[in-house]
């Protein structure tokens, strides 16, 4: 199967900034698309950002301009960079990955445990 291994997580300051990866590993023939959910306490999960194969974004109206997503395919990771962090980013945050295995033709669909992220004011 496929494992996914987040870190990156922690409390800062707003204002402050961090990095968070995600590392796919297991029985992986290929992956699409890449993206990092969020979910504060109390709310649904949200889409933050994600990335495809061909490196195209897309993030939520909240993080634009502040947050920044990236992968390197040959490690099978994805980066999301948190700058200008704010209280209200404050949630967990988790990994998704599409993956297809060998000799199958299906896309699924892994995540991650999450990792916290807390923002002080």
């Known amino acids: 199967q496929v494992q996914l291994v987040e870190s990156g997580g922690g409390l800062v300051q707003a204002g402050g900034s961090l990095r968070l990866s995600c590392a796919a590993s297991?029985?992986?023939?290929?992956?699409?698309?890449m993206g990092w959910y969020r979910q504060a306490l109390g709310k649904k999960r949200e889409l933050v950002a994600r990335?495809?194969?061909?490196?195209?974004?897309n993030y939520a109206d909240s993080v634009k301009a502040r947050f920044t997503i990236s992968r390197d395919n040959a490690k099978n990771t994805v980066y999301l960079q948190m700058d200008s962090l704010k209280p209200e980013d404050t949630a967990i945050y988790y990994c998704?990955?599409?993956?297809?295995?060998?000799?199958?033709?299906?896309?699924?669909?892994?995540w991650g445990q999450g990792t916290q992220v807390t923002v002080s004011s």
């Open positions: 990335i495809t194969r061909g490196d195209s974004t």
């Open positions: 297991g029985n992986i023939f290929s992956i699409n698309d």
């Open positions: 998704n990955v599409e993956a297809k295995l060998p000799h199958s033709v299906r896309l699924y669909n892994y």
